[in-house]
């Protein structure tokens, strides 16, 4: 199975700051990597597919990049909603799996 | 609009089994792949199984291989996952979600899960 490693783990930021998370997968997976936010108590939404095309709906301040082994997702100025935690995943083969999430907390 | 709705899950017994479903409704469930995937208490994701659109295809993990079965009712418009020789880990939130494709893809549509608790 494809590992796919998310870091930081966790981190603090403030409202306004741009934030990155990087996640890397053991092996290539092309451009198969999604992004997705999950809040507490919810269901996970997806926020980016093809590592950077943005699911219609979700604020342009989010945006991906990456191919291969390496993809960053990045919130270019925080907003109280996006206090979450982010989980990528591939996409590329099965098993599918995700990343262990990168909870993302008020400073 | 569209939506998916988990039921079945519940508290058994290791060893016992245990039918989830998942009710679809606002869009064609029949162009649509479908996932299972779990959440034990404060962990991450994890994917569980997949069925094609057609149900011709099904895949699963590892941790579930032979124990659970995944398959749909086109005509209810509604998923199971069948589950058996449950284990204390697979404690869990289950979802049901949609591939933005035939099965895939990223998964676009998600339920608000069914809670599977395996205690003795």
């Known amino acids: 199975a494809i590992r796919m490693t998310q870091s930081p783990s966790s981190f603090s930021a403030s409202t306004g700051d741009r934030v990155t998370i990087t996640c890397r997968a053991s092996q290539g997976i092309s451009s198969y990597l999604a992004w997705y936010q999950q809040k507490p108590g919810k269901a996970p939404k997806l926020l980016i597919y093809a590592a950077s095309t943005l699911l219609s709906g979700v604020p342009s301040r989010f945006s991906g990049s990456g191919s291969g082994t390496d993809f960053t997702l990045t919130i270019s100025c925080l907003q109280s909603e996006d206090f979450a935690t982010y989980y990528c995943?591939?996409?590329?083969?099965?098993?599918?799996?995700f990343g262990q999430g990168t909870k993302v907390e008020i400073k | 609009q569209v939506q998916l709705v988990e039921s079945g899950g519940g508290v058994v017994q290791p060893g016992r089994s245990l039918r989830l479903s998942c009710a679809a409704s606002?869009?064609?469930?029949?162009?649509?792949?479908m996932h299972w995937v779990r959440q034990a208490p404060g962990k991450g994701l994890e994917w569980v199984a997949v069925?094609?659109?057609?149900?011709?295809?099904?895949y699963f993990a590892d941790s579930v291989k032979g124990r659970f079965t995944i398959s749909r009712d086109n005509s209810k418009n509604t998923l199971y996952l069948q589950m058996n020789s449950l284990r204390a880990e697979d404690t869990a939130l289950y979802f049901c979600?949609?591939?933005?494709?035939?099965?895939?893809?990223?998964?676009?549509?998600w339920g608000p899960g069914t809670m599977v608790t395996v205690s003795s």
């Open positions: 979600a949609r591939d933005t494709n035939t099965g895939g893809d990223a998964f676009d549509i």
């Open positions: 606002g869009f064609t469930f029949t162009n649509y792949g």
């Open positions: 069925i094609w659109y057609d149900g011709n295809n099904k």
């Open positions: 995943q591939q996409y590329y083969s099965y098993p599918r799996t």
